[in-house]
């Protein structure tokens, strides 16, 4: 049975959830679900923007019969081609054959080569204006957020912004849908960190070309195609994308990874977190064996400051840990201090590792010397890493 909801005057939600998915993308846990965007605009013309996953896709198709109560559908506008939100296209063209396609040149390439498309496309460029009755739809290129097809749609009448995956979040809707109506800092912002930052994160610089653009547009409605919708408060939202885009850290402190076989590195781990906490400074500790690699990536962009501790395994880093590295690089990880402690019964070189691994990344300064644990702490490793841990400390006092 249809479940739609009417956001504003002629717009109306048509979304659904899945909270039975395991792994967004096949790689990234989402036990709060995920929310599937798509809105109907009804003017003298029905526009729908987006289509939804297949997994929501009989709910998506009698929220649209039901929200064009009898009318036809005009236009469909694209704005990203990844199958989340595009492979019920097909069953789309089906139901409305005689539907304009309204999107760019890639989304078009990319219709063709998802579907053998090459029906009816009205095309866009940048900037470029369709009058759909009252209102004028307005077409904004964010090429990289997250694919190089993807665009904007800004509704200047209303104020509307579809913004395709930006300002989504991982997470189901709870039955409310808008920001305002849910507790947002408390139940989302942690996956909208992790979302960002594992989908778009390395596009910083596009993602902040396309924030230009959108700084001159009066925005009061914001409907992206993952997660709430905002309508209130969105310059706290907007902040918190500056901040990220710019490889900024969001707060002043530290998180401190390690990986550990036996407990010995896990030990000297904390021995340099409780060090940092005896200074008044915030830490968090995680050990990346256990830990998603994708909240692992998302708390190190959010601290100012990164502890790596590692075993030496097979005269290397720790797998998880190897991988965390590879991670951080591949998200375009930057602009942050970090320190390192290694660990080895016979031949430690971890820490060396470490610091090869991270040397791609632009800005990265290392903190103190590292520390060598020769299996087990002792009473001189111990007085290093407590030195440490006040040195990393200090550090984020003072900056
Ligand atoms: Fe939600 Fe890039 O797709």
Same mark, same amino acid.
Request: glycine share 8%; hydrophobic share 45%; charged share 20%.
């Given at each position: 049975?249809?479940?739609?909801?009417?956001?504003?005057?002629?717009?109306?939600?048509?979304?659904?959830?899945?909270?039975?998915?395991?792994?967004?993308?096949?790689?990234?846990?989402?036990?709060?679900?995920?929310?599937?965007?798509?809105?109907?605009?009804?003017?003298?013309?029905?526009?729908?923007?987006?289509?939804v996953d297949l997994s929501v896709s009989d709910l998506f198709f009698e929220n649209l019969a039901y929200a064009l109560d009898g009318r036809g559908l005009d236009y469909v506008v694209v704005h990203h081609m990844e199958p989340d939100h595009s492979a019920t296209f097909a069953r789309l063209l089906e139901k409305y054959p005689s539907v304009t396609v309204v999107t760019n040149q890639k989304v078009a390439q990319m219709l063709k080569n998802y579907f053998g498309f090459a029906g009816n496309v009205h095309l866009v460029k940048e900037g470029d204006s369709l009058s759909v009755g009252r209102r004028t739809l307005t077409f904004v290129f964010a090429p990289m957020v997250h694919w190089p097809e993807?665009?904007?749609?800004?509704?200047?009448?209303?104020?509307?912004?579809?913004?395709?995956?930006?300002?989504?979040?991982?997470?189901?809707?709870?039955?409310?849908?808008?920001?305002?109506?849910?507790?947002?800092?408390?139940?989302?912002?942690?996956? +909208?960190?992790?979302? #960002?930052? $594992?989908?778009?994160?390395?596009?910083?610089?596009?993602?902040?070309?396309? &924030? !230009?653009?959108? @700084?001159?547009?009066?925005?009061?409605?914001?409907?992206?195609?993952?997660?709430?919708?905002?309508?209130?408060?969105?310059?706290?939202?907007?902040?918190?994308?500056?901040?990220?885009?710019?490889?900024?850290?969001?707060?002043?402190?530290?998180?401190?990874?390690?990986?550990?076989?036996?407990?010995?590195?896990?030990?000297?781990?904390?021995?340099?977190?409780?060090?940092?906490?005896?200074?008044?400074?915030?830490?968090?500790?995680?050990?990346?064996?256990?830990?998603?690699?994708?909240?692992?990536?998302?708390?190190?962009?959010?601290?100012?400051?990164?502890?790596? +501790?590692?075993?030496? #395994?097979? $005269?290397?880093?720790?797998?998880?840990?190897?991988?965390?590295?590879?991670? &951080? !690089?591949?998200? @375009?990880?930057?602009?942050?201090?970090?320190?390192?402690?290694?660990?080895?019964?016979?031949?430690?070189?971890?820490?060396?590792?470490?610091?090869?691994?991270?040397?791609?990344?632009?800005?990265?300064?290392?903190?103190?010397?590292?520390?060598?644990?020769?299996?087990?702490?002792?009473?001189?490793?111990?007085?290093?890493?407590?030195?440490?841990?006040?040195?990393?400390?200090?550090?984020?006092?003072?900056?």
């Amino acid at each position: 049975m249809h479940n739609s909801v009417r956001i504003a005057d002629g717009l109306t939600y048509l979304g659904g959830n899945d909270r039975r998915i395991a792994l967004f993308e096949s790689a990234y846990p989402v036990p709060r679900g995920v929310s599937y965007n798509s809105y109907l605009l009804t003017d003298e013309k029905t526009v729908l923007f987006d289509t939804v996953d297949l997994s929501v896709s009989d709910l998506f198709f009698e929220n649209l019969a039901y929200a064009l109560d009898g009318r036809g559908l005009d236009y469909v506008v694209v704005h990203h081609m990844e199958p989340d939100h595009s492979a019920t296209f097909a069953r789309l063209l089906e139901k409305y054959p005689s539907v304009t396609v309204v999107t760019n040149q890639k989304v078009a390439q990319m219709l063709k080569n998802y579907f053998g498309f090459a029906g009816n496309v009205h095309l866009v460029k940048e900037g470029d204006s369709l009058s759909v009755g009252r209102r004028t739809l307005t077409f904004v290129f964010a090429p990289m957020v997250h694919w190089p097809e993807v665009m904007f749609t800004y509704v200047p009448e209303d104020g509307i912004l579809f913004s395709a995956d930006a300002f989504g979040t991982f997470g189901a809707l709870p039955g409310s849908i808008f920001a305002d109506e849910v507790d947002f800092e408390r139940d989302f912002l942690d996956d +909208a960190r992790r979302y #960002y930052f $594992n989908i778009v994160g390395k596009y910083g610089v596009q993602v902040q070309n396309v &924030l !230009k653009k959108a @700084a001159g547009l009066d925005i009061r409605l914001v409907c992206p195609l993952h997660g709430p919708v905002w309508r209130r408060d969105f310059a706290w939202y907007l902040k918190k994308y500056l901040t990220w885009s710019a490889y900024e850290p969001e707060e002043k402190c530290v998180a401190v990874f390690y990986a550990s076989v036996y407990g010995h590195t896990q030990n000297a781990a904390e021995i340099v977190a409780s060090a940092v906490a005896a200074e008044g400074v915030k830490v968090r500790t995680y050990d990346v064996s256990v830990t998603h690699v994708s909240e692992l990536v998302a708390e190190a962009f959010r601290c100012s400051h990164a502890v790596f +501790a590692s075993t030496t #395994y097979n $005269n290397g880093i720790f797998v998880n840990m190897e991988n965390f590295l590879g991670d &951080l !690089k591949a998200h @375009a990880f930057q602009n942050r201090k970090y320190a390192v402690v290694e660990n080895g019964s016979w031949a430690p070189q971890a820490g060396g590792l470490i610091e090869g691994a991270l040397a791609p990344c632009k800005n990265l300064q290392l903190l103190g010397e590292k520390v060598t644990v020769l299996s087990a702490v002792n009473a001189e490793s111990a007085e290093k890493l407590v030195a440490l841990g006040k040195l990393i400390a200090q550090d984020v006092k003072a900056n």
